[in-house]
């Protein structure tokens, strides 16, 4: 498979919903929520595949830079210190990930198992021809999370029926994610 053709893929696919996606293995790029590819990866030891390795880790994974949307959108009323488990974080969390699998899109292609043995090499390939900004979640250094859509997130909250209480919960989380960042 040659790298300009699976970048022209990634690119030109409809992107799909985080929990259409299938249990299949290759490369896929990440979506935010405005349709910017951000990332570009692949399920290399997933068992899976683009549906473990996105709508489960990247998703719901930790805070880390390692799972790539949780880390993305840990701002605001979304966010949570890593290993917090208090009420508020964790509800905090849970309003991360309904919003990512919302919002959020992916994009992938298939590789034969009988290919397998290069996916870390096409993804490298890829990745070094990708335009700017389409790796921008892929640093060796960590990123940094993407301001709260508010708007968006409102919807939301309205959507989810998110009550007085949790609103509230949710208003600590962001006070508390701009005492840290301070």
Known sequence: ????????????QEPSCLDALPR?????????????????GITKGDKYGFYGRIYSRHVSGSEG??????????????WREKRDNSSDAQLA??????????YCRATYVQVPSSLWHNLSQLETAVQAIAPDGMFAWGS?????????????LDALLDDLQFTAAQRA?????????LIRAS
């Open 93 to 102: 969390k849970h309003l991360r990930t309904a919003f990512v699998r919302r």
């Open 65 to 78: 830079r390692s799972h790539k949307f949780s880390h993305a959108y840990n701002t605001g009323r979304m």
């Open 24 to 40: 299949d293995h290759g490369i896929y790029s990440l979506h935010d929520h405005e349709g910017n590819i951000r990332y570009i």
């Open 169 to 177: 919960a949710v208003e600590r989380q962001a006070s508390l994610s």
């Open 1 to 12: 498979m040659k790298a300009s053709e699976v970048l022209k893929q990634l690119i030109s």
């Open 140 to 152: 060796k250094r960590a990123f940094n999370p993407l301001p709260e859509p508010h708007f968006l």
